[in-house]
């Protein structure tokens, strides 16, 4: 496209305004405007191609700083992207991140989630972000089994007392290794007959806390699905470029057959059909790595 | 600054491993000259002889010392011969699982927390978890009662901003919210953990100063006069060791011995061990205006035998 529009002359430049009726409108004052919308239109896709290219390129643990300071920063509607950077990460990755925020930010990430954020996720955004998880599978049955017992309580217990605030909650959610936590979820389920994630759909970010611990890409998933909604707001959309290019080198694999799973359709397929433009492209161009 | 000494020339790695060797076969075993040698390298000469001695011989150097000392001068040459993330995992661990522990045995948590670099925190993390299969977090959550873990949990999960960076109306600022939780005497409030426990040392620092300038007297004496046990002696550790830990292991050391005796071996070893190669020159002179003793003298008088060598050496004393 560059070296095609770079070579056109006046001429060449003209015949084509004049040649695009849908794009370019013929003003009074004889001359062929741009119209408006598709001039925000384009501004918007190269946008998305600029913001994807440079997400793509930068350090994944620069990367993982930024989307969390951004996050901080747009405010409440956002802290779900620090959960999902904090929750699906490795510990060698977390930690590379926290790193990085220090040398871009001057401070440490859990000191500005402490200072900035004043809802009830205070405590548990704090912990998540501060956590350096055993990796190992060893995992002690007897421990989970109470721990659920715990988790069980302080839900039923929701009216009184909201469960995100509950710091032996929060403790265990943000200092229990991943795999112990699959075995806190499998008894609690005993326990209950149900999945804690159902019996967490009021409570969205201790849901999504869950998620993200324990099966990331029904999560990844999820997220993409809301993006390609009608009506999905911009902070939906630009989800899209984030799961794409964060989880392009991790499970994309996995991503994609839980997308398929949920939704009946292929990510690319959906992702021909909803997106343009050499952004399009780029995400396709991502997702079929490995393949 | 260091106390520890070391010769002008030194034997190679080989050398030393061979010697070593020699000192650890047969039936004795020559503590003199492990001591003499062991105590008077560094830490990257320490690493040096034990990659070099498992070359040589098989076998780990510290298994081989495990083996054939005994007592408190192996719990030391252990400690020493460990790296300092190792050295620290294991200390930690051993206060946190002795029973009826007391308060002060925790200081050590502290001490790892506040007495030493972020990265020295984080390397001491990682060396926990590859030993004892789950993370520091949930080992103090399992042995610690509940009203110490929010504060000791939030300590050793902090990964804390390691440059000279203050912000002094954010320092006055959060010296009041200190001030008003300690008065109402709400030590383990959010808010005082999360500003012990996230911000720089260096911020700390000038909130402390604050806090006096402010309040007319240090937070210290605010906390110790707000009663609080268990929970105010832990905030005092951490402010001390923030502020300054050469005074923070005068004092340790101080505490465990009394005229003639040691009556806390262990604190003993680990103050010398842990702070011979960061700031023991430092402390023996913080323990020097406490005591108007040096601490020389002191570990003279208290201690004895090749273990005594062994301490000497690493406080600094002529070779």
Redesign the interface.
Known sequence: MISILGKWHQDDRKSYRKGCPQFFIQDDRLFEKWDDRHVAFLKHEFLRLKNAVVLWTMHPWERDARLMKEALVKGPQAYGVIIEVASTRSSEQL?GA??AY?SLF???I??DV??HINDSR??LL??LV???????P?VNEE?AKSEAKTLFAAIKNADKKNPIED?EVV?ILT???KPHLKVIFKHYKEINGKNIDEDLDDELSLDETMQCLCTPQTYFSKVLGAAFQNGADEHAKEALTRVIVTRADDDMKEIKEEYQKKYGVSLSKKIEDAVNGNYKDFLLTLIARGE | MASLRLPDSIPSPAQDSERLSLALQGRGVDEKVIVWILGHRNAIQRKQIKDTYQQLYKESIIHRLESKLSGVLKTAMILWMNEAPERDAILANKALKKKGKKINQLQVLVEIACASSPDHLMAVKQAYCSLYECSLEEDITSNISTSLQKLLVGLVSSYRHDRELVDFNLAKSEAAKLHEAIEKKQLDHDDVVWILTTRNFFQLRATFVCYKQSYEVAIDQTINSSGNGDLGSILRGVILCIVSPEKHFAEVIKASTVRYWTKDEDSLVRAIVTRAEIDMTKIKGEYFKMNNTSLDDVVTRDTSGVYKSFLMALIGAKI
Do not use: F, N
């Open positions: 930690l926290r790193r220090h001057d401070h440490s859990e000191e402490a200072y205070r405590k704090v912990g501060s956590s350096y998880r055993y990796e190992g060893k421990i710091e403790r200092t229990r290794s």
